[in-house]
Structure formats: C-alpha cells, structure tokens
C-alpha cells in the first residue's frame, strides 16, 4: 500500500507542475481538532493539494468502525468477530454467557452494523460532495481515482451527484 502511495506521489508531483491539478480529498479526525481552527487547517492543506472533509466525531468513529469490524475482515477473509475499541462493535465473548446469548450477540451485531453502515454511507457522500466542489465545469475532463474500501461507497454517491 505504501508503495502505491508514493508511486502516486511522484507522479501526480510530476504532473501538477503542468496543467493537470491534482488534489488528494479525505476524512480529518475531528475530534482531536478544535472546530474553530479547522478552517485555518483547510487553508493550510488546500495550499499542498489536499482537500480535508471534517466529520462529526459520532459519524467518523463509525464509519472506521465499519471500515475495521466490518469490511476489513469481509476482504481479507476474517471473520467478523473482532472488537474496535473506540465504538460498540461486538465480539463473540463480549455479551455475559445465558441461553441467549447467541441471539442477543446476533442482535447486537446487526444494530451495530445498521448504525455504521448509516455513518459509512454519510462519510462516503461527504467525500463526494468535496469532490464533487472540485471537478471542473466539465466533469468528463477530470481524472477521479478513488481508492481503498474506505471509499467503495463514493462512486455511487458521485453518480448521485450527476458524476459519471
């Protein structure tokens, strides 16, 4: 993953000195962000080609907490049972023992992805909306690379957003 990164680096350096802009758009974790200095902080980024979205701190934790409990162990072939300490995200040991405590882990676990599933698709249109304020007049001009499962929900809001 590295290497791709600074692969992408070192090419989109080489080709902003020319007429291609190149901006890298991505989610800021707020809650160690005051909110009045997060507008000199997108001054500072935007002038080295960065362009931060800010989430709510409810809506960040679980969007990484899907991110981490959910689609992270889907694509590597995990199972879904770990706990991500920073949100309620349920282990297979994390309910007392009774007789129902297959069903009410089995419960548990689907709120807790319903609510992160909600805050991924709001961070994802977040990410799109910043997007979506940068491409030029004429969309079918700009590049979009849109990379990692943190974002697989951001083409389907771009194309929401008239983004094809």
Same mark, same amino acid.
């Given at each position: @993953?590295?290497?791709?990164?600074?692969?992408? #680096?070192?090419?989109?350096?080489?080709?902003?000195?020319?007429?291609?802009?190149?901006?890298?758009?991505?989610? #800021? $974790?707020?809650? $160690?962000?005051?909110?009045?200095? &997060?507008?000199?902080?997108? +001054? @500072?980024?935007?002038?080295?080609?960065?362009? =931060?979205?800010?989430?709510?701190? =409810?809506?960040?934790?679980?969007?990484?907490?899907?991110?981490k409990c959910i689609l992270w162990?889907?694509? !590597?072939? &995990?199972?879904?049972?770990?706990?991500?300490?920073?949100?309620?995200?349920?282990? =297979? +040991?994390?309910?007392?023992?009774?007789?129902?405590?297959?069903?009410?882990?089995?419960?548990?676990? #689907?709120?807790?992805?319903?609510? &992160?599933?909600?805050?991924?698709?709001?961070? !994802?249109?977040?990410?799109? !909306?910043?997007?979506?304020?940068?491409?030029?007049?004429?969309?079918? !001009?700009?590049?979009?690379?849109? +990379?990692?499962? +943190?974002?697989? &929900?951001?083409?389907?809001?771009?194309?929401?957003?008239?983004?094809?």
């Amino acid at each position: @993953m590295m290497a791709l990164v600074m692969a992408l #680096v070192m090419v989109t350096t080489e080709r902003s000195s020319g007429s291609c802009r190149v901006t890298w758009v991505g989610s #800021v $974790q707020t809650e $160690q962000i005051p909110e009045d200095r &997060q507008e000199e902080l997108t +001054h @500072m980024l935007r002038g080295r080609g960065y362009e =931060p979205v800010f989430l709510p701190t =409810p809506i960040l934790k679980n969007y990484i907490a899907f991110c981490k409990c959910i689609l992270w162990p889907l694509f !590597n072939s &995990q199972l879904v049972t770990r706990k991500y300490t920073s949100t309620v995200c349920f282990s =297979p +040991h994390s309910l007392p023992f009774s007789p129902l405590a297959p069903r009410l882990r089995a419960v548990s676990r #689907v709120l807790c992805a319903e609510e &992160q599933w909600t805050a991924y698709k709001k961070a !994802n249109a977040a990410i799109a !909306n910043a997007v979506r304020a940068m491409v030029g007049p004429s969309p079918d !001009n700009d590049l979009i690379w849109i +990379h990692n499962y +943190h974002l697989l &929900q951001v083409p389907f809001e771009l194309r929401k957003l008239g983004i094809t």
